[in-house]
């Protein structure tokens, strides 16, 4: 599986930017997928996560503002961010995960989850 994520930039507080991550490569369908962000010197932090049956999990810190969805049909992933704070500011990185729905955002260094290459978004 090869991802690519595309869609960050720089937004005002208050802002919305939305997120895509175009997954090629082996059977999609069978991940778990999410996003997860990181600041300079910090941990990966889970975002969101949506499980091939339509499953979803948010961090707290996002919930009410952000919105992952998956399209099956274009093997896409996004991420709606709205009410967007200046704590959001991070490298959005969009991941596939073969753990469940339960796990994905609790295990960043898990060995078998793909990565993207990571984008970024700032809101000052």
């Known amino acids: 599986v090869q991802l690519v994520e595309s869609g960050g930039g720089l937004v005002q507080p208050g802002g919305s930017l939305r997120l895509s991550c175009v997954a090629s490569?082996?059977?999609?369908?069978?991940?778990?997928m999410g996003w997860f962000r990181q600041i300079p010197d910090k941990e990966r932090e889970g975002v969101a996560s949506?499980?091939?049956?339509?499953?979803?999990r948010y961090a707290d810190s996002v919930k009410g503002r952000f919105t992952i969805s998956r399209d099956k049909a274009k093997n896409t992933l996004y991420l709606q961010m709205n009410s967007l704070k200046s704590e959001d500011t991070a490298v959005y990185y969009c991941?596939?995960?073969?753990?469940?729905?339960?796990?994905?955002?609790?295990?960043?260094?898990?060995?078998?989850?793909?990565w993207g290459q990571g984008t970024q978004v700032t809101v000052s």
């Open positions: 490569g082996d059977t999609v369908g069978r991940y778990c």
């Open positions: 991941v596939a995960s073969p753990l469940n729905i339960a796990m994905v955002l609790r295990n960043p260094e898990y060995k078998h989850n793909i």
């Open positions: 949506v499980d091939n049956i339509g499953i979803i």
